[in-house]
């Protein structure tokens, strides 16, 4: 190597760090909705996700994106997705750790926190590679809404909450673990799935023949899906199988894969209905509740993914920051780059705080406090996470732009989770549809919001503003984003306050409920406890 090639002043891989019980305000949030035996059941998951070996899993699974095999060698359509080895570790590790349809059965069996667990799971274990994530949610997300039919409930559920990991078509119930995916869409309607034309013909034999094209099917490998087609009564909600019980593949003709701008390791489809065979789930007519059942968990998903990548930008960016010299200092011992570090401090753990409550509200039951604060945290903490991710990057700086970083992954990741199931405006607008018609929704979520009133006069004057923006019936729709904005910030900052360091709540409530907060972050008050907030976030390797 030429002289001039001396390598100083790079920082280190980052590598044996614990994403999960490293993590001081995911860990405190674990053992307060739950308990410290819950916290140490993932400590082997946590060793892992932080592990060389699963970095190079999620590398290798976004540059080796699947592959779509429409016909065999003979001519016969098989319709299968092909994937990289990696992918598979991903997948079998998630499962295997109970990040799928597993809290469905353990909460079941008396497990009162396994909601809980699992979510802190997935927010440790998904920082490794989000796109596996899509069809690991799909698997917990549907299993509410199946039980809506009993019957099909209990022949697939079993499969569906097993901790095991089977890849490849086979006949549902003879295999050890499934794996689920949803089709809604269609390429004329989008969110208005009311405008869905795939119809849906009922058979003597008590199943339906469906057809009509699905312009977004999630995970096209999986064994069953949830999908939408239209029935003389309305549209109405079909379990379809890949395989059918005779073990003939059903007709599910998937035409292409999508060219996406991130989740690049994630197989997302149109596929074609052709006489294909379904179930009905729930009453004709009421496809649209049915499948709701399973949106509002992927909701939860959504609020606990968008954290992921927060908390993965952050510790890559305070990683990079405590080992990086500029202008005579290392860059986290520089000021400026303190009030950068801990302002993304904040908004990592005001997203964890958030996302684990509504976990919690899972395993407690709270269907109403769910169904608002879902809602309003799936617009806001999914819409903050672009500009996170961006301003993490610029801490690398150049480094940061460069794919081996893994910067530019988790940037082209970030807008996903705002935009699936549903973009800011429909979020924003089903937070005013979810207070209209259910004032226990409400209620719930102003009880949580009381919970904090007093402790600081900020975080008083937020909650009169929404209250305010509640009682003025005008033009709400037009007021959509900033009502769903405003209740997302009043929750989080009443979790903070009551439970959060001082430093930490006091941060929050100056830059986000204050007013103090500019156009960018970075711009903590100068009263602001930086150092503390960055030592706080700090996630290094022991030693």
Not at 51 to 80: C, F, K, M, V
Request: with cysteine; proline share 5%.
């Amino acid at each position: 190597m030429p002289a001039t090639h001396e390598v100083t002043n790079q920082v280190p891989p980052l590598a044996g760090h614990d994403p999960i019980a490293g993590d001081a305000a995911l860990a405190e949030a674990c053992v307060r909705h739950a308990d410290r035996a819950t916290l140490d059941s993932l400590a082997g998951l946590g060793r892992l996700a932080g592990s060389e070996q699963a970095q190079e899993w999620g590398r290798l699974a976004n540059e080796n994106p699947p592959r779509l095999r429409t016909h065999d060698r003979y001519g016969h359509r098989i319709d299968e997705v092909e994937f990289h080895p990696a992918w598979h570790e991903l997948m079998r590790t998630a499962v295997e750790h109970g990040l799928a349809g597993v809290p469905w059965r353990a909460s079941a069996a008396g497990d009162a926190h396994a909601h809980v667990r699992r979510a802190v799971g997935y927010l440790g274990w998904t920082q490794v590679e989000m796109g596996h994530g899509c069809p690991t949610t799909m698997t917990y997300a549907v299993v509410p809404a199946l039980r809506r039919t009993p019957e099909l409930a209990a022949r697939f559920e079993p499969g569906l909450t097993a901790a095991a990991y089977q890849f490849g078509l086979a006949e549902p119930t003879g295999k050890r673990g499934l794996i689920a995916g949803m089709g809604m869409t269609e390429k004329q309607g989008g969110s208005d799935v009311r405008a869905n034309t795939t119809r849906a013909v009922p058979q003597l034999d008590g199943t339906y023949r469906l057809t009509g094209h699905k312009w977004f099917t999630s995970a096209p490998m999986s064994d069953l899906f949830l999908v939408l087609a239209v029935l003389d009564e309305g549209v109405s909600c079909f379990l379809v199988p890949r395989v059918l019980p005779d073990g003939t593949r059903n007709v599910f003709h998937v035409q292409r894969l999508k060219d996406k701008l991130g989740d690049r390791s994630n197989a997302s489809s149109e596929v074609e209905f052709d006489g294909t065979t379904g179930w009905l789930v729930g009453e004709p007519g009421r496809g649209v509740p049915a499948i709701i059942e399973m949106v509002n968990m992927t909701r939860l998903d959504c609020v606990l993914g968008s954290a992921a990548t927060v908390r993965a930008a952050l510790t890559q960016a305070g990683h990079h920051a405590r080992h990086r010299s500029a202008f005579g200092a290392l860059l986290a011992d520089q000021p400026l780059m303190q009030n950068v570090l801990a302002d993304l401090a904040v908004e990592s753990e005001a997203a964890t705080a958030l996302a684990v409550r509504l976990a919690a509200a899972v395993d407690a039951g709270e269907t109403a406090f769910l169904r608002l604060a879902g809602a309003a945290a799936k617009f806001w903490v999914c819409k903050r996470t672009p500009g996170v991710v961006a301003e993490a990057m610029e801490v690398l700086g150049g480094n940061g732009y460069v794919e081996d970083s893994g910067l530019p992954r988790l940037y082209r990741q970030s807008p996903l989770n705002s935009i699936w199931e549903g973009s800011g405006n429909v979020i924003a607008l089903d937070v005013l549809r979810a207070l209209g018609r259910s004032s226990e929704s409400l209620a719930a979520v102003t009880a949580e919001l009381e919970l904090a009133r007093g402790v600081d006069a900020r975080f008083d004057d937020a909650v009169k503003r929404l209250s305010a923006e509640l009682g003025d019936p005008d033009r709400l729709p037009l007021r959509a984003r900033r009502i769903a904005g405003l209740l997302a910030l009043c929750l989080q900052g009443s979790l903070l306050l009551r439970h959060a360091p001082a430093p930490v709540a006091d941060a929050f409530c100056a830059s986000r409920l204050g007013g103090d907060w500019g156009a960018v972050l970075g711009t903590l008050p100068a009263s602001t406890d930086v150092a503390s907030l960055v030592r706080r976030s700090s996630i290094e390797a022991p030693g």
